[in-house]
């Protein structure tokens, strides 16, 4: 099972908005409502922002929002703030019982 | 507090083997599934096996299956993973993670541990 594809980076200066998308196939990301995306500071572990697509757990944000359409998952930071700069990964049920992580996006707010 | 913390991390040669455990509280453990994720140094987050509720089903990624095995014991509130045939490929910070949904699989993972060092090296 192939890693997702994300882009290496992604940038925005404050109050701004930034979207990193992870593309999959038909069979992951657009095959099943099963994706979730995750940040991760340096030396932290991740913490779950966004799962079932687009639903926030209690806590997050909602400035952190999820979309999908067709094999692209997409999460947008919107109002950028210091602390959201950070790793964000996404990740999807890929059938046969497996799951699978993106390839990992570097957020920075400039 | 729901709170995970992994244990039984270290240094082992190429062919050995480790058992890394999670200390699970705060939550029903046996309501959720549980997943074991790595991340090599400096590299993305790799999901590696998950186990349901009850124990009954375990799935595991095609880079540690026949290797590796996923169990529990609900009774201890604990999650473990017995690593076989350990490869330098293996090298990693292993977490442990409980699944969002109660009795759902692959939603997503809102609790993880601080995560576990692994080193395989002669």
């Known amino acids: 099972q192939s890693a997702l594809t994300q882009p290496p980076s992604a940038s925005g200066s404050p109050g701004q908005s930034v979207t990193i998308s992870c593309t999959g196939t038909?069979?992951?990301?657009?095959?099943?409502?099963?994706v979730s995306w995750y940040q991760q500071h340096p030396g932290k572990a991740p913490k779950l922002m966004i799962y079932?697509?687009?639903k926030r757990p209690s806590g997050v944000p909602d400035r952190f929002s999820g979309s999908k359409s067709g094999n692209t998952a997409s999460l947008t930071v919107s109002g950028l703030q210091a602390e959201d700069e950070a790793d964000y990964y996404c990740?999807?049920?890929?059938?046969?019982?497996?799951?699978?992580f993106g390839t990992g996006t570097k957020v920075t707010v400039l | 507090e729901v709170q995970l913390v992994e244990s039984g991390g270290g240094v082992v040669q190429p062919g050995g083997s480790l058992r890394l455990s999670c200390a699970a509280s705060?939550?029903?453990?046996?309501?959720?599934?549980m997943h074991w994720v790595r991340q090599a140094p400096g590299k993305g987050l790799e999901w590696v096996s998950l186990i349901s509720g009850d124990g009954g089903s375990t799935y595991y990624a095609d880079s540690v299956k026949g290797r590796f095995t996923i169990s529990r014991d609900n009774s201890k509130n604990s999650l473990y993973l017995q690593m076989n045939s350990l490869r330098t490929e293996d090298t990693a910070l292993y977490y442990c993670a409980k699944e969002v949904l109660v009795l759902y699989y692959y939603y997503g993972m809102d609790v993880w541990g601080q995560g576990t060092t692994v080193t395989v090296s002669s």
């Open positions: 079932e697509v687009s």
């Open positions: 990740s999807s049920y890929a059938g046969s019982n497996r799951g699978v």
């Open positions: 038909s069979s992951d990301v657009g095959g099943y409502n099963y």
């Open positions: 705060g939550f029903t453990f046996d309501d959720y599934a």
